[in-house]
């Protein structure tokens, strides 16, 4: 028997619910505890737990990744009205990763997880494109007015001592509708310093696209915030590692990331990043193979898988039905925070592990064993389709083959 990996930092782990909640403990049992002497914080971040603390459990748990630096998260319910009846819950508690996002104040980076038989739709695509997608602002915090009929709409500021800035935005001969949006500088720069970060951290390059030729003090703010904190903090550091930031117009770098071969960072304001990412994710082939990390400015991680519960599978599963689900992107968020504990740490065994367990994953499905989705989408010829348990242990068997 070889003696497991010893950990000296706990990551925090985040439980959550449903079907994930189910591959999460498959992934522990058969993927983590028999290599590694884990350390974890446990939050119990499942809808029952979050309603029985008022969802204190969620805020302590994003107040433990500040302390400790790395968490990873199982998906969790956001919850909605058939929630609350099937749950009995007190309030309609908020989506636990906008609590936990306020709290970090991160930006959310998700990339594809490639795998031969699984043929991006845009065939030039042979490395993983990264979103990074501000979360803060713009039109998810807007303000609207629909008009009735014939006026003046202007745009009105007031400042503390009273001076009033006006702009006209149209009069109206008719109806018609406005909305009125913001942003911060303080949001901007987190944001811009949580991209040059992260591309310095997987040493890639990183694009930004706004739209500043038409909006000229909205979106060149953007653009202008990224470029100064890029000149007098990153440049160096970029220029050391032969990697680049480069600014281009939104319609621009649209079509260079269809031409490209991809392994860059794409950085996109709040709705780009919305629209973009699911984009990138169906033309990669699904959103069971997106990971997501969310990264604050002061650098703490939180890893997570991108798909939600899986609710349906879920559902069978308590019909005592067989499921296969596919807990690629779950065991990935693993991965991804214990080589973070790993590096933080100076733990190369950790990271070793990470690196192995994530080649296991590969080369099973590459192998021709894989979950039904998956089958769907692969161009294996005969495929061996897996329920979820099954799934997981042919990795285990994968990784006991490979070589260190
Ligand atoms: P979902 O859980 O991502 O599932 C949507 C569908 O995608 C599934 O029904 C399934 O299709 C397929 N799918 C997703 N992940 C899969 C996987 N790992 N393996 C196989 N198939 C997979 O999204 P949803 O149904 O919209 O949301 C369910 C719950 O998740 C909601 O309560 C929502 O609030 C929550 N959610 C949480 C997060 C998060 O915590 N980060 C993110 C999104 C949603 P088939 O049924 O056709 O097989
Ligand atoms: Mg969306």
């Given at each position: ?8 930092t ?10 994930t ?7 522990k049992?058969e993927?983590?505890?028999p290599?590694i ?7 119990d ?6 309603n ?7 805020v ?7 302390k ?14 058939a ?8 309030e309609?508690?908020?989506s636990?990763?906008?609590t ?8 959310v ?20 494109i ?19 009929g014939?006026?003046?709409?202007e ?17 109206f ?22 991209c ?15 739209k ?8 060149h703010t953007?653009?202008d ?8 903090e990153y ?8 990697i ?16 490209s ?5 794409w950085?996109c304001?709040?709705?780009?990043g ?9 033309a ?12 604050s400015?002061?650098?703490?991680y ?12 879920y559902?069978k ?19 991804g ?11 190369q065994?950790?990271?070793d ?23 769907l ?28």
């Amino acid at each position: 028997m070889m003696t497991k990996i010893q950990m000296t930092t706990p990551l925090v782990e985040m439980d959550g619910d449903e079907m994930t909640r189910i591959l999460w403990k498959m992934i522990k049992d058969e993927l983590i505890l028999p290599y590694i002497d884990l350390k974890t914080e446990y939050y119990d971040l499942g809808l029952e737990h979050r309603n029985e603390t008022n969802d204190q459990v969620t805020v302590d748990s994003a107040e433990a990744t500040k302390k400790y630096g790395v968490a990873v998260k199982c998906a969790t319910i956001t919850p909605n009205a058939a929630r609350m009846t099937e749950y009995s819950l007190k309030e309609m508690w908020k989506s636990p990763n906008g609590t936990i996002r306020a709290i970090l104040d991160g930006t959310v980076f998700r990339a594809p997880i490639l795998i031969k038989g699984i043929v991006p739709y845009v065939k030039n695509w042979t490395k993983p494109i990264t979103i990074a997608r501000h979360a803060y602002g713009d039109v998810y915090k807007n303000t609207e007015i629909k008009v009735p009929g014939k006026g003046k709409a202007e745009l009105v500021f007031t400042a503390e001592d009273g001076t009033e800035t006006r702009e006209l935005i149209h009069n109206f001969e008719g109806s018609g509708i406005i909305q009125g949006i913001h942003n911060t500088k303080e949001s901007i720069s987190s944001f811009a310093r949580a991209c040059f970060g992260y591309a310095i951290d997987t040493k890639q390059d990183l694009w930004f696209a706004t739209k500043d030729t038409i909006s000229k003090k909205y979106d060149h703010t953007f653009k202008d915030i990224f470029q100064e904190i890029f000149d007098a903090e990153y440049k160096e550091q970029f220029e050391k590692l032969g990697i680049e930031y480069f600014y281009t117009l939104i319609d621009d770098a649209v079509a260079r990331v269809i031409r490209s071969e991809g392994g860059f960072i794409w950085a996109c304001k709040n709705y780009d990043g919305d629209v973009m990412s699911d984009m990138v994710a169906t033309a990669y082939g699904d959103l069971s193979m997106m990971t997501s990390v969310l990264v604050s400015p002061s650098g703490v991680y939180e890893y997570e898988a991108a798909h939600g519960t899986v609710q349906r599978h879920y559902y069978k599963h308590l019909k005592g039905e067989e499921t296969s689900t596919n807990s690629i992107a779950t065991i990935f968020a693993w991965t991804g925070a214990l080589r973070k504990r790993g590096e933080l740490d100076g733990i190369q065994e950790l990271q070793d592990f990470a690196d192995k367990l994530d080649r296991a994953c590969i080369r099973t499905v590459e192998d021709g064993k894989m979950t039904k989705s998956l089958s769907l989408i692969s161009t294996c010829e005969n495929p061996v389709i897996l329920n979820s348990l099954d799934f997981i242990r042919a990795i285990r068997e994968t990784f006991e083959t490979l070589q260190d």
